[in-house]
């Protein structure tokens, strides 16, 4: 069992940047890929960034690219978000799953969810 939890989330002005983090209760997070997705209002889940359990190699969905970073040490993963736009608010998830790859594919790859942390960028 694995136990994520998301914080650093809150408001910001479109242009500016805020990182998130994803804490493992466990050190098992070692053994899987982990993954930040996001929900916008009446939209789909969407892939947003992966990591290996090796921390060596790197996703990133279309949107993002460029703009944000995905990053792990120990038992944390963080997402920084920089350059954000309104569009880019959303309740923000991390996720494990035992394939970084796959992650990057589908969210039905997931093995495991954290609550969500919101973030609000204002124009």
């Known amino acids: 069992q694995v136990r994520l939890v998301e914080s650093g989330g809150g408001e910001v002005q479109a242009g500016g940047s805020v990182t998130l983090s994803c804490a493992a209760a466990e050190l098992s997070t070692i053994r899987y890929g982990v993954a930040w997705f996001r929900e916008a209002p009446g939209k789909e889940r969407e892939f947003v960034a992966s990591?290996?359990?090796?921390?060596?190699s790197t996703w990133y969905g279309d949107s993002v690219k460029d703009r944000f970073t995905i990053s792990r040490a120990k038992h944390m993963t963080f997402l920084q978000m920089t350059a954000l736009k309104p569009e880019d608010t959303a309740v923000y998830y991390c996720?494990?799953?035992?394939?970084?790859?796959?992650?990057?594919?589908?969210?039905?790859?997931?093995?495991?969810w954290g609550q969500g942390t919101q973030v609000t960028v204002s124009s």
């Open positions: 990591i290996s359990r090796s921390g060596d």
């Open positions: 996720a494990a799953g035992s394939r970084a790859a796959e992650l990057a594919k589908s969210s039905t790859y997931v093995d495991y």
